[in-house]
């Protein structure tokens, strides 16, 4: 599904791993919270300091969820672009309340401080496939300190029919 109209980008770290459940109907939903500041340099003090915390709730529906809960763990640093939901509610205390969420279609993992892997599963999404369980997609960030070399045993198929 494309992204039309007021689309919003948010990067940060997760707070937790994903929380993945399902609808009564069988629809996955992964859900948790994306943490963002902004750091700035002060001058005065020769030093960076950190800004307040934005913690924002997210939901990623169906296998798209599924593959970001499966490939994501608390502390890492996604990119998240969706729309956001304002959620009207009323407490069990008898308060109204709003919460505002973050209803993802596209994540992934960010390369800023770390180094990723996608692997994709064959005839996942570009293909017909007989198998109806497909694998999930699989993705994962981890700080390297090091330049890691490619492999060199790829045979450049990437699976696209063109």
């Not at 500041?37 to 002060?42: E, K, P, Q, T």
């Amino acid at each position: 599904m494309a992204i039309d109209g007021n689309a919003h980008v948010i990067i940060g770290q997760l707070t937790a791993d994903p929380e993945l459940r399902y609808t009564q109907s069988g629809v996955a939903v992964a859900s948790g919270t994306i943490a963002h500041n902004d750091r700035v340099y002060d001058k005065d003090a020769g030093e960076w300091k950190d800004g307040d915390p934005l913690f924002i709730r997210y939901s990623y529906w169906r296998e798209s969820g599924e593959n970001f809960s499966e490939s994501h763990s608390k502390g890492d640093r996604v990119l998240a672009v969706g729309k956001f939901k304002q959620n009207n509610f009323t407490d069990k205390d008898g308060n109204e309340r709003t919460s505002i969420e973050l209803v993802i279609e596209e994540a992934g993992p960010s390369n800023r401080y770390a180094t990723t892997t996608a692997t994709r599963v064959k005839g996942n999404g570009n293909k017909a496939s007989g198998n109806k369980s497909k694998p999930k997609a699989k993705a994962k960030a981890g700080a390297s300190s090091k330049a890691e070399s490619s492999d060199s045993s790829s045979d450049g198929d990437d699976d696209f029919d063109f």
